[in-house]
């Protein structure tokens, strides 16, 4: 009987030092996706955005700059991914990068499921998406544009839009 207690003492033990070891490669792994205030806060990205105003402008210019400065590893940013509770969003369109103040669609076609990764979590998640969107949305001058989106950029679009709204695939 001291045998088998001290056997499962040691099976206990052993486990709760794994499990550290994981939560710690976990730690550094987590670490490397917040490089440069990426996801400072991965609670924030999960927040319902404020819609922008004309004060907000910086932030817009803040997240072309990082998103620029996060080539290698993304493709678009929402203001609430680098700590601001902004409806912005930045969307690299290959040659160019742009913004979009307080975007809504309006208008979407021919759903179909697709797995996404995101700066806010390790892996990819299943989701839906639209191969076509309307977007409606004020440029980075706080003009109001209308735009119809497909493929690719579309898929990113609604996926940045998705964080403004809180959601995180």
């Known amino acids: ?41 991965a609670i924030k990205a999960k927040k319902e955005t404020e819609k922008a105003t004309e004060k907000d ?56 499921q697709t797995e996404e990764g995101c700066l806010s979590l390790i892996g990819e998640r299943k989701c839906k998406r639209y191969k076509e969107i309307e977007v409606e949305y004020m440029d980075i001058n706080f003009n109001k544009q209308h735009g119809k989106y497909n493929g690719f950029i579309a898929e990113i679009i609604q996926h940045e839009i998705d964080h403004t709204n809180g959601i995180i695939i």
């Open 57 to 112: 402008k910086y932030i817009a210019q803040d997240l072309l700059d990082t998103l620029k400065a996060n080539k290698d590893r993304c493709v678009g940013l929402a203001a609430n991914m680098i700590g601001y509770n902004k409806a912005i969003i930045c969307i690299s369109g290959g040659i160019y990068d742009f913004i979009m103040i307080n975007p809504s669609i309006t208008n979407k076609k021919e759903e179909y």
């Open 1 to 41: 009987k001291n045998e088998m207690t001290k056997n499962k003492g040691i099976t206990i033990v052993a486990l709760v030092i794994t499990i550290i070891v994981l939560l710690i490669l976990a730690g550094i792994t987590i670490s490397a996706l917040t490089d440069n205030g990426l996801i400072s806060n």
